[in-house]
Each structure stands twice: as structure tokens, then as C-alpha cells.
């Protein structure tokens, strides 16, 4: 098989890092005193869910390059000393480690997305889904030349289909898409493939839950264009490509709120690639490919729309009319 290594370096990586995550969020439920507003579990989760990460890679395959969301500045200040320590606490219920290991390990994620080859991790994509005790992914994925070619997208809290909470999704370029066990050691699954829907209007399209992140009225104009009657299923993370992926949706619709926001390369190479491998299509959204030669943003593209194939023109028009009239 293709990228056998690279497959299970990153399948190994993102469970150890969901369980860290997991772990992390069941405290978060349950710690009664927490506000609200504090951040900090996130944050804590977040920098140990790429040390982690980063950790295994350096591991398996120690000359690639990790392009990572989080860098250790913040922890590296003088008054930060406790959330370092939970910081390494976590990350030690998996791989031992001391300070300057840990600060080490999430720097080996700030690499340049500018070489050949290199990896782009989230280590939490969708916080806001992870602090609300709902969705969120840890999301890794491969690229060479601009190209994504492994995708791992572990998705803690979505069913796995058998009735079990956690579940995983690879893809290899060229090899399709498969689901495996987050929890279980397995490296095999069944293959995913996306719905065989051909008609927009018994499709069911998911968005973001935050309206901040896609424009909700758009996306609900778009909807009613393509005669959808189906309410929006609205869903953290990049678990919105795993839903495409696995047919449990057919459209994803991620409509720009701002001229000047571009969308981070971690927030979509995994799914992009797993979406692809199931059958279904990935553009932005004026129909373009989703170009990775940009560094760390996705500076040639605005907003995403994810298909599960054949109905994806018909929704690039759809897309288009709406947004020319707005
Ligand atoms: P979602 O869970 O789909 O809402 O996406 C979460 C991701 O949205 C985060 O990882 C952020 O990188 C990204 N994000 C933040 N601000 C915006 C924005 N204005 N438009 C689109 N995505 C955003
Ligand atoms: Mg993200």
C-alpha cells in the first residue's frame, strides 16, 4: 500500500491524541466550578494534542516537516507556568515528558508550509464545538507538491455507526477512504463511500453551527434555490467532511461572513482528501480547486463547498446566483 508508514504513523498519532482531547472534555462536563468563559481546558488540550502529535511523527518518520495551528510562545512566558504543567500532565498520560520536551515537541509543528512535503495538523478544530461539550476533530493530513495525500480526521464524539461514540477516517490518495476504530488499535475498516443521492433537492446540506464561521442566510437561500426542504445539520469541525464522506449529508456549505478571512490549510486538508477518496467533490466556493501552494491559508480560495459528486455543479450555480444577488 502506498504511504503504509505515513497511514500508520498518523492513524497512531491522532488516537493518542483524541483520547488526550476526550479525557480533557469529559473533566471539562463535569468540573462543576468551571466558568463558562474560561478557555483554559481548550487551551491546555489543544497544546498537548499537537505535542502529541508532533511527538509521534518526529518518531516515525523524523525528517518530515509538521505545519501545526499552535506554537509555544504563550506557553513559554514567565507567568504560564500552570498551564504548562497541565500541559505536560496531559501529554504524559500518553508519552512521558518534562517541560522542555513538551515545549520542544509543539515547536516541531511550526514549520514553514512552504516545502515539498510537510504535514498540516489541527490539534482541536472546532473549540467552540469542544468547550460546548459537542464536536470538534483532531485533524492531520500529508501533502506533497501542493497535494494532499494522507488524510486522518478522528472525530471523538460522532458515532461510529454501531451505535458507539468515536470515530476515524482515513484516506490515502488513490486508495479511497476508510473508517476505522478511534479507540481500537485496528488499521483496517470498511471502506466509506459517499450518498448516491442526484437530486439537490432531497439533499441534506450541513454548515457550521457557528454563524460566524459561514454565512447561515446565504447557505439558506442557497438551500431553497436547489428546492432543499430538509433543515440545515449544523455540526463542528471538519466532522462536517466525515458526514459527506459517509453520506449521512450531500452538501457542505461553508459561505464567507468576511472579505478578508482566508481558510487555514489545517481546517481542511484532511477532510478535503476524505470527502475525495469517498467519491465526492471539495471546491470553493466559485467551483475552484482548493489550492495548497499558498503557505499556511488558502489565499486563492474563498469559503468551501464539499458534494458528494454528481449534484456538485447544480450547487456551484446555486452558489453563485445567491451570492451575486447579496
Ligand atoms: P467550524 O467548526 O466549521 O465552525 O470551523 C472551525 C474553524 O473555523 C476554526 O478552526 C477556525 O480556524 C475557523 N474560522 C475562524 N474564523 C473564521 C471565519 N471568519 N470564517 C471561516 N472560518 C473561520
Ligand atoms: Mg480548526
Redo the contacts with the bound molecule.
Keep these: 500500500m502506498a504511504y503504509d508508514v505515513e497511514f500508520r504513523a498518523g492513524v497512531v498519532a491522532v488516537r493518542a491524541a483524541a483520547r488526550v482531547c476526550r479525557s480533557v472534555q469529559q473533566r471539562l462536563a463535569t468540573a462543576e466550578a468551571l466558568q463558562k468563559k474560561d478557555k483554559s481546558p481548550v487551551t491546555v488540550a489543544d497544546f498537548a494534542s499537537q505535542a502529541i502529535v508532533c511527538e509521534h511523527l518526529m518518531r516515525a518518520l523524523p525528517d518530515d516537516a509538521v505545519v501545526g495551528e499552535e506554537g509555544s510562545e504563550e506557553l513559554r512566558q514567565g507567568d504560564q507556568t500552570a498551564l504548562l504543567d497541565a500541559v505536560v500532565r496531559e501529554v504524559s498520560t500518553e508519552t512521558p515528558a518534562g517541560d522542555a520536551q513538551v515545549l520542544d515537541w509543539i515547536d516541531r509543528g511550526g514549520a514553514a508550509a512552504t516545502t515539498d512535503r510537510y504535514w498540516t495538523l ?1 490539534p482541536i ?2 473549540t ?2 469542544f468547550l460546548r461539550g459537542e464536536h470538534y476533530a483532531v485533524a492531520l493530513a500529508l501533502l506533497e507538491q501542493g497535494e494532499v495525500v494522507v488524510g486522518v480526521l478522528g472525530c471523538p464524539n460522532l458515532d461510529d455507526g454501531h451505535g458507539g461514540r468515536g470515530a476515524l477516517f482515513t484516506a490515502i490518495r488513490g486508495e479511497g477512504t476508510r473508517a476505522l476504530p478511534l479507540w481500537d488499535d485496528a488499521f483496517e475498516g470498511p471502506a466509506v463511500r459517499v450518498s448516491s443521492l442526484e437530486s439537490t433537492a432531497e439533499a441534506r446540506f450541513c454548515e ?3 454563524s ?3 454565512n447561515q442566510d446565504q447557505s439558506a437561500r442557497i438551500a431553497s434555490e436547489l428546492g432543499i426542504t430538509h433543515e440545515p445539520f449544523r455540526i ?2 471538519q466532522c ?1 467532511y466525515a458526514a459527506i464522506a459517509r453520506g449521512d449529508a450531500s452538501i457542505y456549505l461553508r459561505m464567507p ?2 472579505k478578508d ?1 482566508r ?2 490549510i489545517w ?1 481542511h486538508a484532511a477532510g478535503k482528501l476524505v470527502v475525495e477518496e469517498a467519491g465526492g467533490r471539495v471546491t470553493d466556493v466559485e467551483g475552484i480547486a482548493l489550492d495548497f501552494t499558498h503557505g499556511r491559508t488558502l489565499d486563492a480560495n474563498r469559503g468551501v463547498v464539499a458534494t458528494c459528486g454528481p449534484i456538485h455543479d447544480r450547487v456551484i450555480e446555486a452558489v453563485r446566483k445567491v451570492r451575486s444577488e447579496s
Design positions: 489541527d478544530d472546532g467552540k464545538g457550521s453551527v457557528e460566524g464561521h459561514s463542528d469541525s462536517k461572513t468576511r478571512y481558510e487555514k481546517d
